[in-house]
């Protein structure tokens, strides 16, 4: 199929209604009472995180419930246990994009959009979680650029996760939004200059329609084993480990990526629900699309749970004595109410969306329902996985240790949960959440064919792809000794900008102008006279 039938596929299966910000016309950048009520109670948990924040920049990582092994505690707490969250949360949304994209599901491209902005908002959080771990945060944003090395898998966790996979859906984002952008712009209003800023001189010809399915196809194909290969080293931080039981295991890497995409899934089912009250988008967001992330979310939740049964069973039969004493504190110790509470969540979740699959019918409620209860089950599992390895997985002589996160901790999470649901609705608001393509104009004439965007498409790649290999051998230490300073400075930052600018090379290619309009030359006729002369010369 061309990038222009693909085209025509999609006008024809865009929303009818024009949704402009507020998700009906004429709504655009109105903040309602209700609105305004929600928005100062999500502020009013912000500055509560901010404030205790400040109290731990001031008096230092005490104020937490974190202590060293030896002190009997465990020195990653709830903050870690957000960042795989949140991060975890980021797979799903750019996963549901890309597989939009690539596979055409036309029931759940409304979501799109918002999915996009899933990833991009959790990331973001997930990156102010391990700040707040830091003791002194801005050292570590120092240090990591200068002297990271690729052994670490800290080193792919910044890399893959924050250069690329966030930049990577970011750049999808900002090109899926330039058609909308382009339109807003036109109608006016309060936010039609930053709707200019991000349409970036878009005017909706077939040439630049083509140019985007193009680009959002590869970048599509691109993101995905990215986005895996990113999560699946942050698990490697865990599984990498041999010398703390509990983490040593070779089904850390997978599982995270599947609790990735349940939580992520369960997050997107509950954002969809809400769109679909708040906004009035009932006729845009069908029930099919409800169905259909319930029915993904059913096989993923199977999966995870038959991960748990392989990973309990082999700890517990035929591990050695140490992974064995952490197995039976996680299942019938200290930590059991919280294992069984997971373990009770996931299988109520997969009943209740068991039984919708089996009837072939299809409860909106009961859908959502299933997508907070394996949020709960996700963030009780991520518990289960930072913290009874610190506070009872030693092969040192210390006494077990515990946690509890103070409120100092509480409050620091919980404000960053209100800031990205503030991100939502703030974005819903100035912008449209629901994708159209259906923004396009004729093109009166052919383009000139020209050479400047392939050849600036193919300098930026090539410029990207050497700075990456340049950063990434020589934060290895290639040819020195391992652990000296890195003989260029800043080599795993060389390596980051590398990344980036491969993806930037997607941007490149899109976003450089048109050349000028061919025109067209009509050929006048020619005098009787000449017109006779040349009839004459063809007969002789």
């Known amino acids: 199929m061309s990038y222009a039938t693909a085209i025509t596929r999609d006008r024809a299966t865009a929303a009818s209604q024009d949704l402009t910000p507020g998700g009906s016309t004429g709504d655009s950048g109105r903040f309602g009472t209700r609105w305004w009520i929600a928005a100062t109670c999500l502020l009013s948990v912000v500055g509560l995180g901010l404030f205790a924040y400040a109290r731990q920049a001031s008096e230092g990582l005490a104020v937490t419930g974190m202590r060293t092994v030896g002190a009997g505690g465990a020195a990653w707490g709830l903050y870690i246990v957000g960042d795989v969250f949140f991060i975890g949360v980021s797979f799903a949304g750019i996963t549901i994009a890309a597989l939009i994209r690539l596979l055409g599901i036309a029931s759940i491209r409304p979501l799109s959009r918002a999915a996009e902005l899933l990833t991009i908002t959790a990331l973001v959080l997930g990156a102010f979680c391990v700040m707040a771990d830091l003791g002194q945060p801005l050292k570590g944003l120092l240090y990591l650029p200068m002297y990271a090395r690729p052994m670490s898998p800290f080193f792919g966790t910044f890399s893959l996760v924050v250069g690329g996979y966030l930049f990577a859906s970011c750049v999808y984002f900002f090109l899926a939004g330039r058609a909308d952008a382009a339109a807003h712009a036109k109608k006016g209003g309060r936010f039609s200059l930053l709707s200019r800023i991000w349409a970036f001189g878009y005017k909706g010809t077939l040439s630049e329609r083509v140019r985007h399915h193009r680009v959002s196809f590869w970048l599509s194909l691109v993101i995905l084993p990215l986005l895996v290969t990113a999560h699946s080293t942050l698990g490697f931080i865990f599984g ?66 038959y991960f748990m049964v392989a990973e309990e069973m082999t700890a517990n039969y035929a591990a050695v004595e140490s992974e064995t004493r952490i ?101 819903t608001r100035i912008f449209p959440i629901i994708p159209s393509e259906s923004h396009h104009v004729d093109e009166a004439a052919p383009r000139a064919s020209t050479i400047l965007r392939p050849a600036l498409f193919l300098t930026t790649l090539a410029a990207g792809v050497g700075m990456a290999v340049v950063g990434f051998l020589y934060s290895a230490r290639y040819g020195t000794e391992p652990y000296s300073d890195p003989v260029l400075p800043f080599a795993p930052l060389v390596f980051i900008a590398g990344i980036v600018t491969c993806l930037m090379s997607a941007v490149v290619y899109e976003l450089v102008p048109d050349p000028p309009v061919v025109p067209q030359l009509k050929e006048a006729p020619a005098p009787a006279p000449l017109q006779e002369g040349l009839g004459n010369l063809a007969v002789q």
């Open 240 to 305: 990498t480990q041999g010398g703390r039981p509990g983490w040593f295991n070779a089904l850390a890497g997978p599982g995270f990526v599947v609790m990735a995409g349940v939580s992520g899934i369960g997050v997107l089912i509950v954002i969809a629900a809400a769109l679909r009250k708040f906004m009035n988008l009932q006729e845009v967001i069908r029930p099919e699309a409800i169905r259909w992330l319930g029915n993904l979310l059913l096989a993923l939740v199977a999966a995870y749970l």
């Open 327 to 427: 197995a039976h504190e996680v299942v019938f110790g200290a930590y059991s109410p919280l294992f069984w509470t997971v373990v009770a969540s996931l299988v109520v979740s997969l009943v209740v969306l068991f039984v919708q699959f089996v009837r072939q019918k299809s409860s909106i409620g009961w859908t959502v329902f299933a997508g907070v209860v394996v949020n709960v089950a996700a963030l009780g599992k991520r518990i289960l996985i930072v913290v009874p390895s610190l506070t009872h997985g030693m092969l040192l002589p210390y006494e077990p240790g515990s946690y509890m996160p103070s409120w100092v901790e509480v409050s620091i999470f919980a404000g960053l949960l209100a800031l990205g649901i503030l991100i939502f609705m703030v974005f």
